[in-house]
C-alpha cells in the first residue's frame, strides 16, 4: 500500500490536471465531479499526514523530552523565547527593552484600563432584586441534583482530542478508547468532586 505523502502527491497531480481540463470545458459535469471526488480524498489524506506528524512529534517528545540533551535544552530556549516579552512600544511610541521599564509600563496601562476605586459602593437595588427574573423551584432543583453517569460520558466525548492534561496527562482517547475499564473510577472520582470539591487524581494503580 502506498503512503500518504505517495497517496496526496498523485491524488493532487490528478487534481491539477482535471483543473486544467476544466479551463477548456468548464461545463463538463463529469470532469466536476471528478474534481469533487478528489478534493474530499485529498482532505481525507491530509488529516492522515497531521496525525501522522503529530504522532511522531510526540513519540520524538517521548524519547528525547524529558532527557537532559540538547534537544530538550533547543525546545526549552523556543518555549522560553515564546513566552518571554523583550521589548514593547509605550503611548509615546517609545521603544523600551528594560525588563523594569516594561513591567512598569504594563502595570501602568492595566491600572488605566481598571479605574480608580470608588469611594462609596452603591447598594442593590432591592426592588430589581424582588422584582426580577428568579429561577422557579424546578430549575433550582435541576441545578442541585446529583449529575448523572450519561452527563459525565457526554462531557468526555466533548473534550478536545490530541490533547493531554500537562506532560504526564492522559489524552481524552485513552478514557474513550479503555472507557470499559475506567469508567467505574472516573465516574466515582468525578462525582465525589461535586461533593467535596475535592479533584483526585487518578493513578495506574488506581485504574
Given at each position: 500500500m502506498a503512503s500518504y505523502k505517495q497517496k496526496l502527491n498523485v491524488l493532487r497531480e490528478q487534481l491539477d490536471i482535471l483543473q486544467t481540463n476544466l479551463q477548456t470545458s468548464n461545463l463538463?459535469?463529469?470532469?466536476?465531479?471528478?474534481?469533487?471526488?478528489?478534493?474530499?480524498?485529498?482532505?481525507?489524506?491530509?488529516?492522515?499526514?497531521?496525525?501522522v506528524i503529530r504522532h511522531k512529534s510526540r513519540a520524538t517528545w517521548i524519547d528525547h523530552g524529558d532527557s537532559n540533551t540538547k534537544y530538550f535544552?533547543?525546545?526549552?530556549?523556543?518555549?522560553?523565547?515564546?513566552?518571554?516579552?523583550?521589548?514593547?512600544?509605550?503611548?509615546?511610541?517609545?521603544?523600551?527593552?528594560?525588563?523594569?521599564?516594561?513591567?512598569?509600563?504594563?502595570?501602568?496601562?492595566?491600572k488605566g484600563l481598571m479605574g480608580t476605586r470608588a469611594s462609596a459602593l452603591t447598594c442593590l437595588n432591592t426592588k430589581v432584586v424582588r422584582d426580577g427574573e428568579c429561577l422557579s423551584i424546578a430549575q433550582q432543583r435541576d441545578l442541585i441534583k446529583e449529575v448523572t453517569t450519561t452527563e459525565i460520558l457526554e462531557?468526555?466525548?466533548?473534550?478536545?482530542?490530541?490533547k493531554a492534561p500537562g506532560v504526564d496527562g492522559y489524552p481524552i482517547?485513552?478514557?474513550?478508547?479503555?472507557?470499559?475499564?475506567?469508567?467505574?473510577d472516573v465516574i466515582i472520582a468525578v462525582k465525589n468532586f461535586f461533593h467535596t470539591a475535592i479533584c483526585i487524581i487518578l493513578s495506574m494503580s488506581q485504574l
Open positions: 463538463d459535469q463529469s470532469i466536476i465531479e471528478q474534481e469533487k471526488k478528489i478534493l474530499i480524498d485529498i482532505e481525507k489524506w491530509s488529516n492522515i499526514e497531521e496525525l535544552h533547543a525546545q526549552w530556549k523556543i518555549r522560553t523565547s515564546y513566552n518571554t516579552i523583550s521589548s514593547i512600544y509605550n503611548e509615546a511610541g517609545n521603544k523600551l527593552t528594560e525588563p523594569n521599564l516594561i513591567e512598569n509600563e504594563f502595570i501602568s496601562v492595566f462531557a468526555i466525548k466533548e473534550m478536545p482530542k490530541d482517547e485513552f478514557f474513550t478508547k479503555n472507557w470499559d475499564v475506567v469508567q467505574n
